[in-house]
């Protein structure tokens, strides 16, 4: 107990400091974009509750850092009133509060009134941020230490398993799962992980001969370093001793390029996986929560730490590895906003869509059933998502371990 208890700290650091920096990009994409369109704006809040730290800018902006370090948000002028879920008649008394208090001029300042093109851009900004942050996090990460690949020559790891029922022969190098090139083993690794049993169809190089063939990985539960206990897909492959191993280097443009590439494999690749998880082709046990991103984050840590010599070295590396945990982050921070649910991104796109066909807002208090629902389903997703992690990481059989 006393091991666990004494890693706790560098967890909460390691925690706070990704998720800190992956929620600033996305509150600042938000704000950035409210500010070039002129938008009149209250508070810029890094985490909630009590402001241990403020102060005001001089466009009147305030600042401040609160004591809860789980989140942040922009509040536009206005956004305290029933505006906030605004229909025709909500606006019209806003509209009329603004006029008799700052003249007539001064709505256009106000969020709520701004051209209904704008208010999506504003919207949109957080999520796209994050993505933003994502890229140049890839890139700057790739263009300085370079990229380690081994390719993906492979071995039979497992007799009878997939792979050698498929006819994939040891010392095979896989060019190809489906139509996705595979640059290296982690890429066959990744690939496979996510698709138990799914077909795949995979071209290999013999020898210099191409040959194509077809293998389904089967379902097997493993205890990740980083991530705990989980259900994956595993062909019965490992890396073959003579596979080749080099340290790619990248200049500015192919760093940006390989930053973009990267986002949105990630990208595509978390929409594969939650469909999966919605036509119920893999158990819903494995969607994690902000107690599974803690536990990888201070996994991550400490990974990074490993061969520093020094203090200063080991803090520097778990830096390192931090940032790339927040790049991965970002990318599945910017695509959960986009989801149609009221009280996300998504959702006020969503409305706008609405009021684009129907020219009119929608009617309040259908908006504020839906925020209801969406809270309650983003809360009940929030529980489900905790309860994963407890199960996976095994806190139950820690805690009854304490009192047994």
Same mark, same amino acid.
């Not at 925690?15 to 508070?43: C, N, P």
């Not at 949105?264 to 969607?287: K, N």
């Given at each position: ?50 402001? /241990?730290?403020?102060?005001? *800018? @001089? &466009? +009147?902006?305030?600042?401040? #850092?609160?004591?809860? !370090? ?129 077909? /795949?169809?995979?071209?290999? *190089? @013999? &020898? +210099?001969?191409?040959?194509? #063939?077809?293998?389904? !990985? ?187």
């Amino acid at each position: 107990m006393s091991g666990v208890l004494s890693a706790l700290p560098v967890y909460a650091v390691a925690f706070v400091f990704v998720l800190s920096l992956v929620v600033t990009v996305h509150e600042l994409g938000h704000f950035w974009a409210a500010k070039s369109f002129g938008v009149a704006i209250d508070r810029f809040s890094i985490g909630f509750g009590r402001a /241990i730290l403020s102060w005001r *800018d @001089r &466009a +009147g902006v305030l600042w401040t #850092l609160g004591w809860i !370090p789980l989140g942040g948000y922009v509040r536009f002028s206005g956004d305290e009133n029933a505006a906030s879920v605004p229909d025709q008649n909500d606006l019209a008394a806003l509209r009329a509060e603004i006029v008799a208090s700052e003249g007539e001029a001064a709505t256009s300042r106000y969020f709520q009134f701004k051209p209904l093109w704008q208010r999506a851009i504003v919207v949109a900004a957080g999520p796209f941020s994050n993505f933003i942050l994502a890229i140049l996090l890839f890139a700057a990460l790739v263009m300085i230490f370079g990229e380690p690949v081994a390719e993906a020559r492979v071995r039979i790891s497992s007799p009878g398993g997939p792979a050698q029922v498929a006819g994939i022969r040891d010392g095979d190098l896989i060019l190809k799962m489906d139509d996705t090139p595979i640059r290296g083993f982690a890429d066959l690794q990744m690939y496979t992980r996510l698709r138990a049993n799914t077909p /795949i169809r995979i071209q290999v *190089d @013999r &020898a +210099g001969t191409v040959v194509q #063939l077809t293998a389904t !990985p089967a379902e097997q539960e493993i205890v990740d370093a980083v991530s705990g206990r989980m259900k994956v897909g595993m062909l019965g492959l490992g890396p073959h001793p003579d596979m080749k191993f080099e340290q790619k280097r990248y200049g500015p443009i192919g760093a940006l390029a390989y930053g973009t590439e990267r986002t949105w494999d990630i990208l595509s690749t978390t929409v594969f996986y939650l469909g999966r998880v919605v036509t119920g082709q893999i158990p819903a046990d494995q969607i994690g929560s902000l107690l599974g991103i803690a536990n990888t984050a201070g996994k991550v840590a400490e990974a990074g730490a490993e061969g520093g010599t020094t203090v200063p070295m080991q803090v520097f590396g778990s830096f390192v590895a931090l940032l790339s945990l927040a790049a991965f982050l970002s990318v599945s921070v910017g695509f959960m906003n986009l989801l149609p649910l009221p009280v996300l991104d998504g959702g006020h796109l969503l409305f706008y869509a609405y009021e684009a066909v129907a020219r009119r807002p929608l009617p309040a208090q259908i908006q504020a059933v839906g925020y209801r629902l969406g809270l309650a389903l983003l809360l009940g997703f929030m529980l489900f998502a905790t309860w994963n992690d407890l199960q996976r990481l095994r806190v139950f059989n820690f805690l009854g371990g304490l009192f047994s």
